[in-house]
């Protein structure tokens, strides 16, 4: 009996040793991000420190299109649910990636971006996936992939239901995955950022019925809080929109708290017409999930023009701290990054911040009819995971042209919350972050793990074009003017550097249904443009095909309700590049970093990223922009991909050591996920490419140990 007890302990010990200690031999990833909390973390430890040098590829799923791909599948009882480049939602065997089913909308084919699904069930029977198909709300039966007809309208809903009847026609879709609550799902949603925008407002649809249960006004209607920071007739939406949160939420279900990071007001970079302190704009709020009531809130940017929405769900964590009576606590908190690099950290039930924000006086616009705010934050702690300033001895090191960069370095506006003006404005962090969509990971011992961009953009106004000066104009040209020059360029060139396409010929390369189709719905952080006419569009598309009829040319003003016309307008969304298209100042462009939330204090920074033509020149890495965050384990690993460089690759969570990389066939720019099935641990990353000039792939890769 003794020699029997004893061999269980060698057993147990080795099993222990070569990390197949688990909870269950399960292990699901069965919310976005991993679980309401949005941590990004997995109790699994089979894939340790010790031998994730060792996984081989598992298996790979191939979509039926190809292109970004920024989903995070999630993983129920073996199954793994994700959507792909056109937006089909699609369930696959976890173990081998078998499709088990595939669902596309059946009228159109679309063409945004989908960070994923949401998965609900009552316990018993009636399981659901939730996702969303341009305007729309479906509600897929789990096990088949079928619409459950009882959910609103033939299973799907409208995301522009508590919206208003401004909202009817503008653009409205949503990108990332809604949060379940109870019998709730509540709706991240993407809007237009120009004048045509839809309000922002947060709305929650019953799971069962599809029937609209709150809405929580981001731009406040009479009598409600927060009313008097906007125009008394900002409301309206007639000129002012946005405010949406767009990045995804967090939820503590057992206080029935949703917490709900929002973005601008648009337009994004000037509010001469949306004078005041704007809140529910760039606020992160703490609402009754049950109800839609406002808890608490906390604005990081007064009255932005900066495009400085919260790029990414906030982190429910719990710390430890030493109280004012010199004891240990633990608080549960909320953790907020940031695109300006910050990371904002308050008491997860009064709001209060656990680190100083003091309000810091900023330089005031010098735009006619523009009245930025005196004040903004700047968060003391945690450090900064990004720069926060820049001066001449940061420019690029390696660069050919640092005369031409210095003129314009010199020439442009700098400084802490510089406002936009004609001059030209260095946004860094850049509009992408710092911080973005992908968000960070958390352990539990409170440790953060986010990546950062480090690339700087110049923001430049200038005058809009009056109607008037555009009466010479066909149709179709003033549309390109007033629609499409800001972005593409106005000889339709684009500016590829900074991920704009040029539309010259784009007759030569894509057909006219497939251009209407764009401009009707939008494609990747594109928005549709919703409010043009049909009549309007053809011509648009005409002009761009070279063919647009001389009959059509001469009209003044397009017929029926327009957006209306700001006294200003960009020059587009410019990088601060280098001839040879590198970011003009110094390395590093990306960077990993793990910060201690308990203290405020940063752990370690890597480079994250790296151009191979470069180090072969003998520059260290240089890191370069990512976009999609980071996976930690129980196994003390961080994985994440996310770079330009293709790499899917794992690190030592503690040191920051790079433990494990591989090439992927496509850019991984999605956030990755890990879960269990009969006792065999697996990593899966979407490979979908198609940004920042890489090319495009279609699979969705596992990882496990041999």
């Known amino acids: 009996m003794k020699s029997v007890s004893s061999l269980f302990a060698v057993v147990i ?30 109790p699994l430890n089979q894939i340790n420190t010790a031998n994730v040098s060792q996984l081989t590829q598992a298996w790979a799923y191939s979509a039926p299109d190809s292109g970004q791909m920024q989903v995070s599948p999630i993983v129920v009882r073996g199954v793994l649910y994700g959507v792909t480049a056109a937006v089909q939602a699609f369930a696959l065997d976890a173990a081998t990636g078998r499709e088990l089913w595939r669902f596309g909308d059946p009228l159109k084919a679309w063409h945004s971006t989908s960070r994923g699904v949401a998965y609900w069930t009552d316990g018993k029977s009636d399981e659901r996936i939730l996702y969303t198909v341009g305007p729309w709300l479906y509600a897929l039966d789990a096990r088949t992939g079928k619409p459950i007809t009882a959910f609103g309208e033939a299973g799907r809903v409208s995301l522009r239901a508590g919206l208003g009847a401004q909202a009817a026609e503008k653009s409205v879709i949503s990108n990332t995955p809604g949060t379940i609550f109870e019998n709730l799902i509540v709706m991240p949603m993407r809007l237009s950022e120009g004048s045509d925008a839809a309000p922002g407002h947060i709305q929650a649809f019953d799971v069962r019925t599809g029937k609209l249960a709150w809405v929580f006004h981001t731009i406040p209607h009479p009598g409600e809080y927060g009313y008097e920071t906007w125009p008394k007739d900002a409301w309206k939406n007639t000129d002012v929109g946005g405010a949406n949160n767009w990045a995804g939420m ?77 004891r240990p606590r633990t608080i549960d908190a909320v953790a907020q990054p940031t695109k300006s690099g910050h990371v904002l950290v308050f008491d997860r039930v009064t709001g209060k911040p656990l680190f100083p924000i003091p309000e810091v006086a900023v330089e005031q616009s010098d735009l006619p009819g523009e009245s930025t705010w005196p004040t903004q934050p700047q968060p003391l702690k945690p450090a900064p995971f990004a720069r926060q300033t820049l001066t001449e ?84 040209a003033r549309l390109y003017t007033l629609q499409c020059a800001s972005c593409h360029g106005p000889e339709r060139k684009g500016n590829p550097k900074s991920g704009f396409p040029s539309l010259v010929d784009i007759n030569q390369r894509r057909d006219r249904a497939y251009v209407t189709q764009i401009v009707s719905q939008g494609k990747g952080m594109m928005p549709g ?99 999609g965050g980071p996976v930690v384990t129980a196994g003390g690993v961080l994985f994440i991909a996310a770079t330009k460089d293709e790499m899917f690759r794992a690190y030592d969570k503690q040191t920051g050591k790079l433990l494990w990389e591989t090439k992927l066939p496509a850019a991984g720019y999605a956030t990755p996920c890990t879960y269990a099935v009969g006792g065999k641990q697996y990593v899966v990353i979407a490979c979908g490419g198609g940004k920042l000039g890489t090319k495009k792939g279609n699979q969705f890769i596992a990882f496990a140990l041999p």
């Open 529 to 627: 443009f919703t409010t043009l006419k049909p009549e309007e569009k053809q011509a648009l598309v005409a002009f761009l095909f070279g063919d647009e009829k001389q009959e059509m040319a001469g009209v003044a003003k397009p017929k029926g309700a327009q957006p209306p016309q700001l006294p200003y307008k960009t020059t587009g969304y410019n990088k601060f590049l280098d001839s040879k298209g590198y970011p003009a100042i110094a390395p590093p462009w990306g960077t990993l970093n793990a910060i201690n939330l308990n203290t405020g204090e940063l752990v370690w920074k890597n480079t994250l990223g790296e151009f191979k033509e470069l180090t072969a020149k003998g520059i260290p890495p240089t890191g370069t922009e990512n976009y």
């Open 393 to 476: 001895a940061d420019l690029n090191p390696y660069t050919t042209d640092r005369d031409s960069l210095l003129t314009v370095f010199r020439r442009i506006k700098k400084g802490y919350m510089a406002p936009p003006s004609k001059q030209g404005t260095l946004i860094f962090p850049g509009f992408d972050g710092g911080a973005e969509w992908g968000g960070a990971a958390v352990d539990p011992e409170g440790i953060m793990y986010v990546n950062a961009n480090e690339m700087a953009w110049v923001l430049t106004m200038v005058d809009a074009p009056k109607q008037d000066a555009l009466a010479h104009l066909s149709t179709g």
């Open 13 to 42: 010990l080795f099993i222990s040793l070569v990390g197949l200690t688990y909870q269950s031999a399960d292990t699901d990833w069965p919310e976005y991000l991993g679980g309401p909390d949005r941590n990004h973390y997995s």
């Open 250 to 326: 967090a939820i503590d279900r057992k206080r029935g708290i949703l917490f709900v990071p929002t973005g601008s007001a648009a337009f994004d970079f000037y509010g001469g017409n949306r004078k005041g302190q704007n809140l529910f704009a760039n606020c992160l709020l703490a609402l009754n999930a049950r109800t839609g009531k406002r808890l608490w809130h906390y604005q990081m940017v007064h009255h932005d023009v900066w495009d400085r929405d919260f790029p990414a769900p906030p982190n429910l964590v719990t710390l430890r701290q030493t109280g004012t009576d010199g």
